[in-house]
C-alpha cells in the first residue's frame, strides 16, 4: 500500500514544495476542478509566495492523506465530490454550520496542527444569488429547492438562516426530501416529484441543485407554467453556463442567476483564512475561471 505521503509528494512539483504557503483541492477524480485556476489568479493578483494545487486522493486513502497533510506544511485544503462527508468525520472539529449540513468542503489547519472543517457553499450561494440580483429579500415568498443531495442541504439550511418563510423541497427520491425538510423544521416541506409543477406557484425563488442540466447529463424536466414571472431562477449548475432551465427561464421573463458566482464566492473565505487577504469576484475573474470550461 502506498504511504500517504507518497501520494501527495509525487502529486507536488519543485515549485509547489519551495512556496512559502501550501493549500489545495482534494478530490476524486480531480483533474475536473476550476479550484487551481481560481485560487492562481488570486495569488498572482496579490502577489503571494503560495500554491494551491490538485491532489487527487481515492475515498480509501482519503483519512490518511488527511492526517498528514498538516505535517507536510499544508495550511489547508478544500474538499470536494466524493470527499465532503467524509472530511466531516475526518478532521479535529467541524464548525456548527458544517455539522448541520453534514459536509465539510473547507479545512483551515491552526498553529497547533488541528483541522478545522467549514462549510462555505451556502456562503457562496446566497453572495451569488444578492450579487445577481441586488436587493433579493429572502422574505418575499416561499423557495422550491431542487435536489436533496449535499449541495442541497448547504443551500437548504442557507435559505432557512436568511429567513425564507417557507422552503417547498423537491426530490426525485421522495424519501431524501423527506429527511432534509425534518432537519431543517417548521418551514420546510418535502413536495412530491409528480407535484413539482404545482409547487412552484406563488414562489419568490426556485433553486436547481441537482446535476440535472449540467453537460452530459439529462435536462431538468421542471414545468413553469406556474411560476411567477418575477421570481428568480437560480441554477447551481454552471458548466453551461446558461443551462436549458436558466433558458427556459429567461424566455417568459424571469430573473436568473447562473452558478459559477456560487464556485467563486465560497472560495473566498479558504483563501483569506489561508494566504491572508481577503479576495474580491470581479468580472475579470469571472471571465478567467469561465474561460477554463472551454478547455
Known sequence: MTAPEDIVRRQLSDSVVKAKTVAGVIGWPIGHSLSPRLHGYWLRENAIDGAYVPLAVAPEEFAAVIDVLPEMGFAGWNVTVPHKELALAAVTRADDGAAKIGA???????????????????FGFLENLGNGIPGWDPASGPAVLVGAGGAAKSVAWALADAGVPELRIVNRTASRAEDLARAIGDIAAAVSWDSRSDALA?????????????????????PLDTLPTNAVVNDLVY????????????????????????????????????FGPEPSVTPELRDFVAAGLET
Request: glycine share 18%; net charge neutral; hydrophobic share 40%.
Open 202 to 222: 406563488g414562489v419568490g425563488l426556485v433553486v436547481n441543485a441537482t446535476s440535472l442540466g449540467m453537460a452530459g447529463q439529462p435536462p431538468l424536466d421542471m
Open 104 to 122: 465539510v468542503n473547507t479545512v483551515v489547519v491552526t498553529d497547533g496542527g488541528a483541522t478545522v472543517g467549514s462549510n462555505t457553499d451556502g
Open 239 to 274: 458548466a453551461p453556463q446558461i443551462t436549458g432551465l436558466l433558458e427556459r427561464a429567461q424566455a417568459r421573463g424571469n430573473p436568473t442567476v447562473g452558478g459559477l458566482g456560487m464556485l467563486l464566492h465560497q472560495a473566498r473565505r479558504g483563501f483569506a483564512a489561508w
